[in-house]
């Protein structure tokens, strides 16, 4: 009735997709929050994922066999995210009645909640595939609405396309600090409409819906690209130790922390030198390119060839170092340890008492919900995939604007004192098929693509920039390939970087650990595997194996969509309607 009435009704609809987007790990699962390695909480009797694997689901009730569709706890409990749908409908259908309103400002409302909504719309359709589509508001009196079976992706997600082209021409460019904006929901559609592009391309062949969703996230990331508040202007630790982001022109939206009004987190408390990690692998550093800009089998800089984590510090892009610890620790299981989410500071305290900042729950460093190299990382790739397409050719104007401004990025005081330097520039003219020897040629799994050369250093320009936040299983899903995660195939991914142990952890090879400690050393077809025998310390340098480590699953088509619950099957049943089970589940 009043406008202060609707701004509080706005409000809870952001409330409900908050409680949506973290309620019982549902982001855990959709992808959004981190990314490999995810072990996800096992409380009451909500699944958890077992090292990304979307095939191999856990619970808690009989942890030793796989689970059945018949108690798949939170990740299939979709009913948090159609409060929002059904909040966000409400708004949009009785917003006009608000006579305080300008027909300006209603729109503003409409604008917003549409763009939530289909936030919420697309979360499920990246899980589920067909989801329930609701466009208006239901009552507990409309059955055969609040119990209709899925519909299908497409029809879905042409509702979605539609309500993100409102939004971006409807949202208001400047609504004050830290609320939702055009330029913040741009930054989004460019990420979502990209997933979604790639993925009917990759996994549908469908050219025109690729090109459709692939241009609305190319025209999304156009609106950020094109403003200039928007810039690369501090350095990469700066973006996740920083307790204060609201200065940083590369951050469209970032999470403020404060331990005054109770809310903190604990990421940090897990870069901090002391708490264990299950470690990053052989294979994703292996990917880091090198500074003269490129690959380390045919770079000029010295040791570029030599993979222990002193030397890669050194010689890799300066993202390497803000990102892992520059020596073996024994903290993570690979030895290869995170330190990208604290500050220089943090770390130093190791073996001392960390203040509230570094340890337990307490830690206030903001985090950067939404940030310009991500928006410029969609942009160029969708550019990148219409061009095969297609259409317009990408230009060295283009690496200019996105790839190479992300590595002009300033460095810090420590990396520039530790000798580290700028990766050089990419050029295009470079990005030939022979550039990367290991590029993937689609060759090692029936049915698979090869991987056009210059969206493979893309893909690269991503895997460095966003380790361990939101991305890299999404991506790997919506280019469908899940197998880069299949420990068989790609063993690299089951190992951790060279170390002579004699040398630099004598601990690893004592009484205890005999038939335990391992390396593996290249023999030409593979890996040659040295197990410590108690005599044999001066063979134990090699890539070290993580203790107890076993190959995932294998991967199959129907790894990159959930199923619905058997229990939601049978309530639908019960009431006299049908729900459908995921295809291939």
Request: charged share 25%; glycine share 6%; proline share 3%.
């Amino acid at each position: 009735e009043s406008a202060a009435n609707a701004e509080a009704f706005m409000l809870s609809v952001y409330q409900n997709l908050r409680k949506a987007t973290t309620d019982n790990g549902f982001f855990l699962y959709a992808g959004d929050v981190r990314c490999a390695p995810i072990t996800g909480q096992n409380t009451n009797n909500y699944l958890y994922l077992i090292q990304n694997d979307m095939k191999n689901y856990k619970a808690k009730k009989d942890s030793k066999e796989e689970g059945t569709s018949s108690d798949f706890g939170a990740i299939y409990n979709w009913q948090n995210m159609y409060k929002v749908v059904q909040s966000a409908n409400i708004m949009i259908e009785e917003v006009a009645n608000v006579k305080e309103l300008s027909a300006v400002e209603v729109e503003r409302y409409r604008a917003e909640c549409k763009f939530l909504r289909n936030l919420a719309y697309f979360f499920m359709v990246r899980i589920f595939g067909d989801v329930p589509y609701y466009g208006k508001s239901i009552t507990d009196a409309d059955t055969d609405e609040m119990y209709k079976d899925r519909t299908p992706r497409n029809e879905v997600m042409e509702h979605v396309y539609n309500d993100f082209d409102f939004a971006l021409n409807n949202i208001r460019e400047n609504d004050g600090a830290q609320y939702l904006n055009r330029f913040i929901a741009a930054g989004f559609v460019s990420r979502l409409m990209l997933f979604e592009g790639t993925w009917q391309k990759y996994h549908k062949n469908d050219t025109e819906l690729a090109k459709k969703y692939l241009t609305m996230a190319k025209e999304a990331g156009d609106k950020v690209l094109g403003n200039s508040q928007w810039q690369i202007s501090g350095d990469f630790k700066s973006l996740f130790g920083s307790t204060d982001l609201s200065g940083n022109k590369e951050v469209l939206m970032y999470r403020h922390y404060d331990a005054g009004v109770n809310v903190t987190h604990c990421v940090a408390s897990y870069s901090n030198g002391t708490e264990s990690q299950g470690g990053a692998t052989l294979a994703l550093a292996k990917s880091f390119i090198c500074n003269d800009g490129k690959v380390y089998k045919k770079s000029t800089v010295a040791g570029a060839d030599e993979l222990d984590v002193k030397n890669m510090a050194k010689t890799r892009d300066p993202r390497f170092e803000a990102t892992f610890w520059d020596e073996p620790r024994i903290q993570a299981g690979t030895l290869l340890y995170s330190w990208k989410f604290i500050d220089r500071v943090g770390p130093t305290y190791f073996g001392k008492t960390y203040p509230p900042q570094y340890k337990s729950i307490t830690n206030t460093n903001d985090y950067p919900v939404m940030r310009l190299a991500e928006v410029m990382l969609n942009w160029l790739e969708a550019k990148a995939e219409l061009a095969l397409m297609g259409g317009d050719p990408i230009i060295q104007d283009d690496i200019e604007k996105t790839i190479n401004q992300i590595r002009k990025r300033p460095l810090d005081e420590t990396a520039i004192k530790k000798g580290l330097q700028q990766t050089a520039p990419m050029m295009l003219s470079d990005i030939t098929a022979d550039f990367d020897p290991d590029r993937d040629k689609g060759n090692l799994v029936a049915g698979d693509y090869e991987v056009d050369p210059l969206i493979w250093e893309i893909r690269r320009e991503r895997r460095m920039e966003f380790v361990y936040e939101h991305s890299r299983l999404l991506d790997l899903k919506r280019w469908k390939k899940l197998h880069y995660m299949n420990n068989k195939t790609y063993p690299d991914t089951m190992l951790g970087l060279w170390v002579n142990l004699e040398e630099e952890l004598p601990n690893y090879l004592e009484e205890d650990n005999i038939g335990i400690t391992t390396v593996a050393v290249p023999d030409g077809n593979g890996y040659k595997y040295i197990v410590y025998d108690g005599t044999n310390a001066d063979e134990m340098t090699g890539f070290y194996v993580p203790e107890a480590a076993e190959a995932r699953d294998d991967f199959s088509d129907r790894s990159y969509l959930a199923p619905v619950g058997e229990a939601q099957i049978n309530e639908y049943n019960a009431k006299g309607y049908k729900l459908t089970q995921t295809v291939l589940w």
